[in-house]
């Protein structure tokens, strides 16, 4: 097998019964394989659905929507929250709607002094449920903006198109396997129901770099790749790992990077994996380093929020390194374990390219933090960054 056919994956056994009674169940090595197909997949944006505001009191901004609709014939509103109230009118929980347009509306029929409004919109993807319930005895839904600015109130919400199309996705192949232990014994054995197995990702050495995904095996055939070599089907029940992880693999494919910045090669997809990958491959045994020290923060590829990320872990943890890929994950590593302990020095090179590319202040619904917000933050928590 040459260098350009060596195992890229290796494929574990999965024991159900061994993690259920809290033991590691990934035990034996199955198979190492050299690729697959439909590994990586993204996932799909929320499917648009209309919906009806029923008993609408509005406010705000979508009152001003409304009335574009009405002359228009729809109107962009922007993010909305839904926030559930209780029997007593106080808020249970929040259901989030993006990209909202308002297409129209009509008089209720249980109130004409109330509207129904039919707007279209996608359903973010921290929703708590598929729907949101309205309580027995609820007085409704208070309309919110992204920044709890009031939009109104409604009686319920309507689903006016509930048959969206369901799209499956297509199973994993594992191309080229050369199979081990108990999986060989079944093939050989002619058995069907092959178990359970999770995937892993391996760099030339050997080592493991990431999981990619787990599953159940449900196939195999011959491999056109070797003699004895044999094609897996994979039926996966976790994500799938995105299609910017595969670029990312490859830069890891010698192991832990020694290179700084080599996440700059990468989108902004690309850069959130690498902070994934960054994470399976922390180091936990090293020991933070003393309060005071001095970190110099090289700037020069902060272009967005994930190379923030990126380059605080390297500049904490060396090349490769992670230090929180949000600013709740940073707040997290500042309190120890993670490198380092406050109060330190950040000195941040290159400054004004944030400066330039993360913007000062606000200018969408959602966004990621602004430079002059990630600054708060770090002052907030006892790091002193000076720029440079």
Same mark, same amino acid.
């Given at each position: 097998m040459g260098d350009t056919e060596r195992p890229k994956y290796v494929l574990l056994s999965y024991d159900a019964e061994a993690e259920f009674n809290g033991e590691d169940g990934y035990e034996e090595t199955w198979a190492s394989c050299t690729d697959t197909e439909n590994l990586f997949g993204d996932p799909s944006p929320p499917p648009r659905g209309i919906y009806e505001l029923l008993g609408c009191a509005p406010e705000g901004e979508l009152e001003t929507a409304l009335t574009r609709a009405r002359a228009d014939g729809s109107a962009p509103l922007g993010f909305l929250v839904l926030e559930i109230l209780g029997t007593r009118g106080e808020p249970v929980y929040e259901w989030y709607l993006e990209d909202v347009r308002v297409l129209g509306d009509r008089p209720c029929p249980r109130d004409l002094s109330l509207r129904d409004i039919v707007i279209e919109a996608s359903q973010h993807a921290d929703n708590p449920s598929d729907y949101p319930q309205r309580r027995p005895? !609820?007085?409704?839904?208070?309309?919110?903006?992204?920044?709890? $600015?009031? @939009?109104?109130?409604?009686? =319920?919400?309507?689903?006016? =198109? =509930?048959d969206l199309p369901d799209h499956a996705e297509p199973p994993v192949r594992l191309l080229g396997c050369a199979t081990r232990g108990a999986l060989r014994a079944a093939l050989n054995a002619g058995e069907e129901d092959l178990g359970h197995a999770k995937l892993l990702r391996v760099d030339a050495q050997g080592g493991t770099v990431q999981a990619a995904v787990e599953g159940e095996l449900t196939a195999w055939i011959p491999s056109a790749r070797g003699r004895g070599l044999v094609d897996l089907t994979l039926e996966p029940? !976790? =994500? @799938?790992?995105?299609?910017?992880? $595969?670029?990312?693999?490859?830069?890891?494919?010698?192991? @832990?990077?020694t290179e700084p910045n080599l996440w700059a090669r990468c989108g902004t997809a690309g850069r959130r994996f690498w902070l994934d990958t960054a994470l399976a491959n922390q180091d936990w045994a090293k020991p933070d380093a003393a309060p005071g020290t001095t970190y110099h923060l090289d700037g020069r590829h902060i272009t967005d929020d994930q190379a923030f990320y990126c380059a605080l872990g390297e500049t904490v943890n060396g090349p490769g390194g992670y230090f929180g890929r949000c600013l709740d994950a940073v707040g997290d590593a500042l309190c120890g374990n993670f490198g380092a302990t406050t109060p330190f020095t950040l000195i941040w090179h290159d400054a004004h390219i944030a400066r330039e590319c993360l913007g000062l202040s606000p200018r969408v619904d959602i966004r990621p933090e602004t430079f002059e917000e990630l600054l708060a933050f770090l002052a907030e928590r006892r790091v002193d960054a000076r720029l440079a």
């Open positions: 005895l !609820s007085r409704g839904f208070r309309l919110l903006g992204p920044e709890g $600015e009031p @939009r109104g109130s409604c009686r =319920d919400l309507a689903p006016l =198109d =509930d029940w !976790s =994500d @799938r790992p995105p299609t910017a992880a $595969e670029r990312v693999w490859e830069l890891w494919d010698r192991g @832990r990077p």
